[in-house]
């Protein structure tokens, strides 16, 4: 069973930069798929922020593409999401995503992590 | 900028049958963006419930059904109950590496 698991600080301060972890365990990283982040601010909807595939493809989201860097660790099994000078409009869940290139749906989630920014 | 959209809010009664819609503001909703659908109570993160338009993600019951319906993706719910008290998200790819989420339909049993 796939299962994912965002870890990183709950807090970080206006203009610096947040950092999160996605451990995955019962599957591979390296065996395909693309994995990304979503993030849903208080109250609001979700946004997808950014995808990466083992063989190096990236997608990011337009409106987040300058701050946002994706990374893939297949040895270890995790991936990470770095998101720069950050502005109370990120405060959000962050959840991580596995998603399938063929029918592009976002098929396994992560339980989310709620992070705020602080000024 | 794609903008994707859902119905804020719906109500349904218990036993009855609701359709939630997913559109453009500009354009047509085809398979060729390949709609899902996504269940989410609060506090948790969503769940699947169909993907490729049509198609139920394991363990999803039947009375979730997707389909295109004139120019959006669509999401039926039949013989309602009170645990279908969700928001429902649909998630559209738009082309070139992008995918796009509607601003969900906050539904209602009652």
Redesign the interface.
């Known amino acids: 069973q796939v299962q994912l698991q965002e870890s990183g600080p709950g807090l970080v301060k206006s203009s610096e930069t947040l950092s999160l972890t996605c451990v995955v365990s019962g599957f591979s990283i390296s065996s395909g798929f693309y994995w990304g982040w979503?993030r849903q601010p208080p109250g609001k909807?979700?946004?997808?922020i950014g995808?990466r595939s083992p063989s190096g493809?990236?997608?990011d989201?337009?409106?987040l593409k300058s701050r946002v860097s994706i990374s893939l660790d297949s040895p270890r099994e995790f991936f990470s999401l770095t998101l720069k000078s950050v502005t109370a409009a990120d405060t959000a869940v962050y959840?991580c995503v596995r998603h399938r290139s063929g029918?592009?749906?976002?098929?396994c989630?992560?339980?989310?992590i709620q992070v705020t920014v602080s000024s | 900028q794609t903008v994707v959209t859902q119905e804020p809010s719906l109500s349904v009664s218990p036993g009855g049958t609701v359709t939630l819609t997913c559109g453009l503001t500009s354009g047509s909703v085809s398979t060729a963006f390949y709609p899902s659908w996504y269940q989410q109570t609060p506090g948790q993160a969503p769940r699947t419930l169909i993907y490729t338009t049509n198609t139920r993600s394991s363990g999803v019951p039947d009375r979730f059904s997707g389909s295109i319906l004139g120019n959006k993706a669509a999401l039926t719910i039949t013989r309602a109950q009170a645990d279908d008290e969700s928001d429902y998200y649909c998630l559209l790819y738009v082309g070139r590496g992008s995918w796009v989420f509607g601003g969900g339909t906050k539904l209602t049993v009652l």
């Open positions: 979503v909807g979700l946004e997808w995808s493809s990236t997608y989201n337009a409106s959840f029918s592009k749906n976002f098929d989630w992560g339980q989310g």
